[in-house]
């Protein structure tokens, strides 16, 4: 399903980029939109404002990827955690096993250009000393 939406944020300053280009491109995007804007402990925030360039093997080609967040959160102890977040269904983000399907092999090329856009991003984190979360319906609707 094929949903599209801006979000105005209620709160402008917390936001890092222009306030009235947010795209949401699923309802679960629109979520962490308004728990970004809402929490308090979430310092500044964007969305789709980082870029990160990673390879495919797929068209051995380099190709820039824009994860869906970034935040800044003060942390229980004082200390502020910086997040790169990606948000996308769980059957995404594990292996296609069923080869007797017709998307299989689109499902199969779609998991390989996610795990070099992770990869490049879990590493991308580690030179800045942030951290790289995937956020599932699990975590967006415990």
């Not at 308090?40 to 068209?59: G, M, R």
């Not at 800044?72 to 080869?99: A, G, R, Y």
């Given at each position: 399903?094929?949903?599209?939406?801006?979000?105005?944020?209620?709160?402008?300053?917390?936001?890092?980029?222009?306030?009235?280009?947010?795209?949401?491109?699923?309802?679960?995007?629109?979520?962490?939109?308004?728990?970004?804007?809402?929490?308090?402990?979430v310092?500044?925030?964007?969305?789709?404002?980082?870029?990160?360039?990673?390879?495919s093997?797929?068209?051995?080609?380099?190709?820039?990827?824009y994860?869906?967040?970034?935040?800044?959160?003060?942390?229980?102890?004082?200390?502020?955690?910086?997040?790169?977040?990606?948000?996308?269904?769980?059957?995404?983000?594990?292996?296609?096993?069923?080869?007797?399907?017709?998307?299989?092999?689109?499902?199969?090329?779609?998991?390989?250009?996610?795990?070099?856009?992770?990869?490049?991003?879990?590493?991308?984190?580690?030179?800045?000393n942030?951290?790289?979360?995937?956020?599932?319906?699990?975590?967006?609707?415990?």
């Amino acid at each position: 399903m094929a949903y599209k939406s801006k979000y105005a944020p209620k709160y402008h300053k917390k936001y890092i980029g222009d306030p009235t280009k947010i795209i949401c491109r699923s309802t679960w995007e629109r979520k962490v939109c308004k728990f970004m804007d809402l929490n308090e402990n979430v310092l500044k925030w964007a969305s789709e404002e980082i870029s990160i360039p990673y390879f495919s093997q797929i068209d051995n080609k380099w190709h820039k990827y824009y994860p869906d967040f970034f935040c800044e959160i003060l942390k229980k102890d004082k200390k502020i955690s910086k997040l790169v977040i990606e948000v996308k269904p769980k059957k995404q983000t594990k292996e296609p096993v069923n080869k007797k399907t017709k998307s299989y092999l689109r499902e199969m090329k779609t998991f390989h250009i996610n795990t070099c856009k992770w990869t490049a991003a879990t590493d991308f984190c580690k030179k800045n000393n942030w951290e790289f979360k995937i956020l599932t319906e699990e975590d967006i609707f415990k």
